[in-house]
């Protein structure tokens, strides 16, 4: 079955460290990725997305990821986090075959210690 | 711009009653979809609608129905409510940039069924 894979469920980090969110997803052709974020409270919003070109794509609040087609995956970063960070994070597909459908993954919860 | 304005905002049910929810968007946009969230579960489709008068399933239908009379308007419907649907609910609208969506949200529906 396709899917969407987050490899934590939960990560908790301490300010200024680096984050990386692992996210891999299973369907063989054409896809667009996201990278949606939750804030406490708040209802879910894009952080990034990768639709072609350049595999490195820059979001919003200093997030990057970067799109390996050969591993299927799709890796959220940040060098240095800050409290503020503290959320729920969702790795997306929409397959270009999808019929315009966006799978979601189990999503990761990071706390950031101040 | 409202955005995406789901009511109502919380609501308790009994088991086998029936309840609607309401999507409205102000964004004139195509497609619009019907997800619930749960815990270590992320979002889960339910239904979905790529224009006024059509609809579609997604991952997990079941116990829904859903109607989109109106381009601007997207009715998920519960007919005889089960605790298993306790959950938020998300509504969001999209356009297609690139051949790939890109999701609006809602604030969300707490609903819980007793």
């Known amino acids: 079955a396709q899917s969407v894979s987050q490899h934590n469920h939960h990560v908790i980090l301490s300010e200024a460290a680096s984050l990386e969110l692992g996210c891999n997803y299973s369907y063989g052709g054409t896809v667009n990725l996201f990278w949606y974020v939750q804030y406490p409270g708040q209802h879910l919003q894009l952080l990034l997305k990768y639709f072609s070109g350049d595999p490195l794509v820059k979001g919003i609040k200093g997030f990057e990821a970067e799109f390996i087609k050969s591993k299927f995956s799709f890796n959220l970063r940040k060098p240095s986090v800050q409290w503020s960070d503290t959320a729920e994070y969702f790795c997306?597909?929409?397959?270009?075959?999808?019929?315009?459908?966006?799978?979601f993954g189990a999503g990761t919860r990071l706390f950031v210690k101040a | 711009n409202a955005g995406v304005t789901q009511t109502p905002k919380f609501r308790v049910l009994k088991t086998g009653q029936s309840m609607t929810l309401l999507c409205a968007q102000d964004m004139n946009h195509e497609y619009m979809y019907w997800y619930r969230q749960d815990p270590g579960m992320g979002l889960r489709l339910i239904h979905y609608?790529?224009?006024?008068?059509?609809?579609a399933k997604g991952e997990v239908p079941d116990g829904y129905n859903v109607s989109r009379l109106k381009k601007q308007n997207f009715l998920l419907g519960l007919e005889s409510a089960a605790p298993s649907q306790t959950s938020v609910y998300f509504c969001a609208s999209s356009y297609v940039v690139g051949g790939a969506n890109v999701l609006t949200f809602g604030a969300g529906s707490r609903l819980t069924v007793l």
């Open positions: 997306a597909v929409n397959p270009y075959t999808g019929g315009f459908k966006t799978i």
């Open positions: 609608s790529v224009g006024e008068g059509t609809t």
